[in-house]
């Protein structure tokens, strides 16, 4: 028999908002383990960086694909039930990306890992959300630390293990083995059962025939929008960054690294404060400070042409964007008539195609414009956020929930 989530006693509640924190973490961690030895795969497979890149890609268009199908299906079966599933998917596939023996091999796992990477990062968050629900306090951006977090714990024990000879093939198996115990003894059995499904969120209903998609309401569309901007940013910012202060700054190879490094542990720390900066200022307040500080920051670094006040404004940068996808999250999950799983795929999707598409565009504009003005871009997607800020107002997401929307319909 599922279980109300509004019917949890505290200590039950507490239980699940521990076990989605975890969920945040091990994916993360996992995704860090990945990408700190994907050079060790590139040098054993003996492939080039164009090749390379394309097998990456084959990832993210795996996550793309699986995010609105995750969606359906946690709207539909559940998505304590999609987590496990795409949790265990994810935590399997990883061995298999050091044991390829070729990059047509590579790049299909990379597909599937993707694939179960996406799935498990709409279904988590449809979890966060519910988590939010039944402890009766923002918790979102506190998840979304997690993740940061667990993705820099496992680049460090990546990087620590690659510099002690240890194979990928032998961390890998260790990492997915240790991930899957912790997931089934600690994350997993405490997660949402979901409420009662709406039948007309869910099925059929007289006809029992399956239900189809159409067009999301414009004010989610405005959300993803939202999710796109500071998603592009985040995709830039960790494959330009570096470049741009070796090259535009001159700054040595280790200080440009920084660049980076600051943007991640600047985006953790306002991660961790963007709930209690929630609870004060409330979303729409906070997103305009964000995007202010975050377009403020990336000018600083345009402009100023020195290494230390760049590497400040890229800090500045990531404080921005911490609390920004957090509040879209929440915004989408908490659309009017609509199931948590198919908004939540929507704002994520879009999302994660402005994180794929980030860093090819500033390259293509660089060739054009120069880097400099190409990260210009960066500048004018945050300030961005400041005009799409109000639309994670409730009063407004409400007038325009009528729409006929991204919802399961007859």
Known sequence: MQVNPGALDRRSAKAACLGVALLFFANGCLMGTWVSRVPAVQDRLGIGHGALGLALLSMAFGALLAM????????????????????????????????????????????????????????????????????????????????????????????????AGVSPVLHFAAAALLLSVAAFVLAFPPLLAPMVLDSSLSRIGQNGRPARWVKPPGALIAVGVLAFCVMLGEGAMADWSAVYLRRETGAGEGLAAAGYAAFSLTMAIGRLAGDALSTRFGPVPLVRISGLLAGCGMATALLSGQTLLSLIGFAAVGLGFAAVVPQAFRAAGQTPGMAVGPALATVTTMGYFGFLVGPALIGFAAEAFGLRWALGILAGTSFALIVLAPQLEPSRRRRAAPLRACRFIR
Do not use: T
């Open 68 to 163: 609105p199908v995750a969606g359906q299906c946690a709207a539909r079966w559940g998505s304590d039930r999609i987590s496990r599933i795409a949790g265990l998917l994810y935590f399997a596939l990883l061995p298999l990306l050091a044991l390829s023996p070729g990059l047509g091999v590579l790049a299909a796992c990379l597909f599937c890992f993707g694939a179960a990477h996406g799935a498990l990062d709409v279904a988590m968050n449809a979890q966060a959300v519910e988590a939010e629900k039944v402890s009766e306090k923002p918790v979102m951006s506190r998840f979304h630390a997690l993740f940061s977090l667990g993705g820099l714990a496992g680049a460090m024990g990546g990087g620590w293990l690659a510099g």
